[in-house]
């Protein structure tokens, strides 16, 4: 069974301190990324990496980082937690290359920061 | 650029009648499209996705979605609602010319009344 596994369901955070949240998918996908959902907004792409050691910013990036050192782990950084960054993280991952391929999803990390 | 528009924010129907999400998308080229569904405190799960060999598409639930190119659109319907169905759905479109990235609707949130 083909998986996205993210490290924490829930995370609870204070203002200021640097988050780690953590991806890691089996399925050798060259693509990874990280969305934020908040209600009424659908998912938006933080950052996706295409390949190790590559990343692009999506269309939210900002006070958002991430590190792709392996193949099968993406990890996504807040320099310096503030409560607008409370929010749904999902991990996603997806082959390249073939039309029609589908993303992977992770379970989700709620993270709450107070 | 590719985007999808999902039309309606909610969506609510009678246990056993008819479900209709409606999502209209934008692309420069033959799109790649999809439908996932999102329950409760789940992640997203694939229902169905175009494949351009047939405009009709069958998914997993009784699902369905046809791919109209006159109209930009890519509906999902689903015969009969079960209050299983009762969930958040997303159109997705992805680019195969940016690494497959995948753009998202803001979602459709379904309620099926007993």
């Known amino acids: 069974d083909v998986k996205v596994t993210q490290s924490s369901r829930y995370l609870v955070k204070r203002t200021g301190e640097k988050v780690f949240l953590e991806c890691v998918q089996d399925m050798d996908h060259e693509n990874m990324f990280w969305y934020r959902q908040d209600p009424g907004l659908g998912l938006r792409l933080i950052y996706f990496s295409y390949d190790v050691k590559m990343k692009e910013k999506g269309d939210i990036p900002e006070g958002y980082s991430v590190s792709r050192e392996k193949k099968e782990r993406f990890s996504l950084i807040l320099e310096s937690a503030s409560t607008n960054q409370t929010s749904m993280y999902l991990c996603a991952s997806s082959s390249q290359g073939a039309s029609n391929t589908e993303a992977f999803f992770g379970q989700g990390t709620r993270l709450t920061v107070v | 650029a590719q985007s999808v528009t999902q039309l309606d924010s909610h969506v609510s129907v009678s246990e056993g009648t008819p479900v209709l999400l409606r999502c209209n998308y934008s692309?420069?080229?033959?799109?790649?499209l999809f439908w996932y569904v999102q329950h409760p405190n789940k992640g997203l799960q694939l229902l169905l996705k175009y494949t351009s060999a047939a405009t009709l598409v069958k998914g997993i639930n009784g699902f369905e979605a046809e791919f109209k190119k006159s109209e930009t659109s890519f509906h999902l319907t689903k015969p009969s609602a079960h209050m299983s169905d009762a969930a958040e759905y997303f159109c997705?479109?992805?680019?195969?010319?940016?690494?497959?990235?995948?753009?998202f609707g803001s979602g459709t949130k379904l309620n099926v009344k007993p």
């Open positions: 692309s420069s080229y033959s799109p790649s």
């Open positions: 997705v479109v992805s680019d195969l010319f940016n690494f497959n990235k995948f753009y």
